[in-house]
């Protein structure tokens, strides 16, 4: 009998139906050793000599394999083959002890295999070709693992004595919440300008199909994007064309290859489920973990682009019987990886099974696949053609432009990206000094935009070109700056809490090389270097852990909670009548007693709206109501608690009141703990804004203004008018 090991049951009972009754195949359930949860478990003065633990709930699975192993003639590691499975394979050899072996020495006895899909032939292929661990790879999972306990273990603390509990720092979450941070401050010192734009409405004659060309230039001179800057100068242009006859003055027509894009690796899978779908990157993680270990793609985690050529030639195979020979490749398209110190020899995400469309379980799994199956066989299919047509077009002094798109040969679009192809104009067949049918002209009143907030798949993207984080770490780091409050998603935008940016400010002053970019892929290159068995992983962290600890050590004593997290108010506690001070919680700021911890007093901070009075009663003992914070916001609760668990909502009203029905417009929040302004007397009411509706009507419409507080502007809640605050 033949024993097998993976890291799950799902995975475990495809390779067993594979296998068949000669093997046995059981799950460790991920990671059967760690360090311990409650020391650093590290021997700084011994060579940050690690000291693992077996948890809980994993003794049950050691003695489970260990009792299987004793009846087993050989031991196969069928963990994943990227540097976690590597380590997995390690910790169980470590775990289960070579005195459980029959034969004397463990060399003999285990067999290291890999695949990067979970197919009959790759798997047959593994047993026969075992090998020994790689310790190369364990040693970069080591160096990753012990590196991330020593910034967190010991920065967390120095968080929770300097701002408030709870918090915590990472090497790459906190990067990552530093490029929100910076990008959201981009976003608040924006400063819109004003432009305008021209456009005409033309036909040919004798035909319906209408066609559009912006102005492009005045008395030969181009008019660029910013020229046209107020409405007086756009009524000047539109009154310059009255009577004004339109022709075509010249047309150029090229023919452009439109080239696909390589099959998805795990940050391009990320961004693009994201983009199509709205998934977050755990949840892609998650359905794609699922997909691999039914079998049905390949290895998720991977940041190469190179395809097996088996695969090649089952995907010119399936182009041709579905779409026809015209779309297939003579010759395979290669595709080389941009990532630094990629995985070559793994392949890229994909099928299993090119012909395979339909998969059992839920929507959201057949979703994932059909964009893994169709961006597998677009990379591998014909360049599409398109004909772009761009048309200058004079009426008197000025000259207009229009650019149309068509599609000659689709090629690879037939399966994948053809709606961004279709969404330009299609220019109707177009000659030199034709007249043209005007229809009608058009100033439309614009402003620049700021950067965009970014998005789960963005963030990801920005990372990996920084050299940031590797395939195994982007949905767990996503996941953790959300979790622990420095984020929040909002409408799929990644937007900085003030305590994710209170925390980024001070790690920039204090600990500068822990957030800095340009080190933070330095650290990765050298575990990928120690992947790759050039370097050693304790140089690594001894080059970094010195000059950290001795930082860590001269702020401790420097920094002052104080300085960072009070503000000082003229407000006086009602109970004390010593003066109250603004601080800082996990959950955002508060007032509070600075007599603390003598005076326990505190209440929420709440600007521009009556704050509730404290002297309220308990409605179940009779005791007063204290304010407190929460996760989403002030509230009053019983002073009596945990005795007593009673809580009110805190009722924050806007100034105006709902012009459908004349109810109060209250502060809400959604399931998921969004802020909008909603009627009071929903359901059947259902007048609503995301930002707070104020008393000053638009000028432009007459309709009600709202402040968007984080972009600092005043914005119509039904036109385009927007002005600064």
Not at 602 to 628: D, I, R, W, Y
Request: aromatic fraction near 8%.
């Amino acid at each position: 009998m033949n024993l097998v090991i993976v890291e799950s049951p799902a995975k475990g009972r495809t390779i067993k139906n594979i296998l068949g009754p000669n093997f046995n195949v059981l799950a460790s359930f991920g990671h059967i050793r760690d360090l311990p949860k409650k020391e650093l478990g590290i021997d700084i003065k011994n060579e940050f000599e690690p000291k693992y633990e077996i948890p809980a709930k994993a003794r049950k699975t050691i003695k489970m394999i260990k009792d299987e192993i004793a009846q087993s003639d050989n031991l196969y590691l069928a963990t994943d083959y990227d540097r976690e499975g590597e380590a997995i394979a390690w910790h169980i050899i470590q775990a289960i002890g070579s005195k459980n072996l029959k034969s004397k020495t463990l060399d003999k006895k285990y067999k290291r295999i890999t695949f990067h899909e979970i197919t009959k032939p790759a798997i047959l292929e593994a047993i026969k070709n075992p090998r020994d661990i790689n310790m190369d790879l364990v040693d970069a999972q080591q160096g990753r693992r012990i590196l991330d306990r020593l910034v967190g273990y010991k920065l967390s603390p120095f968080l929770w004595q300097k701002v408030a509990q709870g918090l915590s720092a990472g090497r790459v979450q906190s990067v990552a919440t530093r490029l929100i941070v910076e990008r959201e401050r981009e976003i608040r010192q924006f400063k819109p300008e004003e432009y305008w734009q021209v456009d005409v409405t033309l036909t040919k004659k004798d035909d319906k199909k209408e066609f559009k060309a912006q102005l492009t230039e005045k008395d030969n001179e181009k008019i660029s994007k910013l020229s046209i800057r107020d409405e007086k100068e756009a009524q000047g242009i539109v009154e310059g064309l009255e009577n004004a006859q339109y022709q075509v003055n010249e047309v150029k027509i090229e023919i452009k290859n439109r080239y696909p894009s390589p099959p998805f690796t795990t940050s391009t899978l990320q961004q693009e489920s994201a983009r199509k779908f709205g998934f977050s990157a755990k949840r892609t993680m998650q359905i794609a973990q699922g997909l691999y270990e039914d079998g049905l793609i390949t290895y998720m985690r991977t940041d190469s682009v190179q395809v097996s050529q088996i695969a090649l030639s089952q995907a010119n195979k399936v182009i041709s019987d579905k779409f026809g020979s015209e779309y297939a490749l003579d010759q395979p398209r290669f595709y080389k990886t941009k990532t630094l110190r990629a995985q070559e020899a793994h392949e890229a995400i994909r099928p299993t099974e090119l012909s395979r469309d339909q998969i059992i379980g839920e929507s959201e799994r057949q979703k994932l696949y059909d964009l893994i199956l169709k961006k597998m066989l677009a990379s591998q299919m014909k360049e599409a053609q398109i004909q772009e047509t761009q048309a200058k077009i004079k009426a008197k002094n000025y000259r207009f432009t229009s650019i149309g798109n068509r599609i000659k040969f689709d090629g690879f679009l037939k399966v994948y990206g053809a709606q961004e192809e279709k969404n330009g104009q299609v220019l109707p067949d177009l000659k030199p000094e034709e007249m043209l049918d005007f229809k009608k002209l058009e100033k439309m009143q614009k402003f620049t935009e700021p950067p965009a907030r970014y998005t789960e798949g963005t963030l990801i993207k920005e990372l990996e070109k920084k050299g940031i984080g590797r395939p195994s770490t982007y949905a767990p780091t996503l996941a953790t700056i959300i979790d622990r409050g420095y984020v929040e998603k909002i409408q799929g935008k990644l937007l900085p809490k003030e305590i994710g940016e209170i925390v980024t400010d001070l790690l920039i002053e204090h600990f500068p090389e822990i957030i800095d970019y340009n080190f933070t892929a330095k650290i990765e290159d050298d575990l990928d270097k120690v992947a790759a068995g050039e370097r050693k992983w304790q140089e690594v962290i001894k080059n970094f852990y010195g000059p950290f600890a001795k930082n860590l050590r001269e702020k401790t004593k420097e920094v002052s909670k104080k300085a960072i997290t009070e503000e000082k108010t003229d407000k006086l506690c009602p109970k004390c009548n010593k003066n109250l001070v603004i601080k800082l919680g996990r959950f955002g700021k508060f007032l509070a007693c600075s007599s603390f911890p003598d005076c326990k007093y505190t209440a929420p901070l709440m600007e521009n709206h009556t704050t509730p009075s404290s002297q309220e009663k308990c409605l179940k003992c009779g005791k007063n109501l204290v304010f407190k914070e929460g996760k989403f916001g002030a509230f009053l609760a019983c002073e009596g608690y945990p005795k007593c668990k009673f809580t009110k909502n805190i009722e924050v009203a806007a100034k105006i009141a709902c012009s459908d029905c004349g109810g109060k417009i209250l502060q809400k929040r959604t399931r998921k703990g969004k802020p909008f302004w909603g009627c009071e007397n929903y359901p059947s009411c259902k007048k609503a804004f995301w930002d707070e509706p104020q008393e000053k009507k638009c000028p432009k419409c007459n309709n009600i203004l709202v402040a968007n507080t984080r972009e600092k502007i005043l914005k119509c809640s039904q036109c385009d008018f927007k002005e600064n605050i």
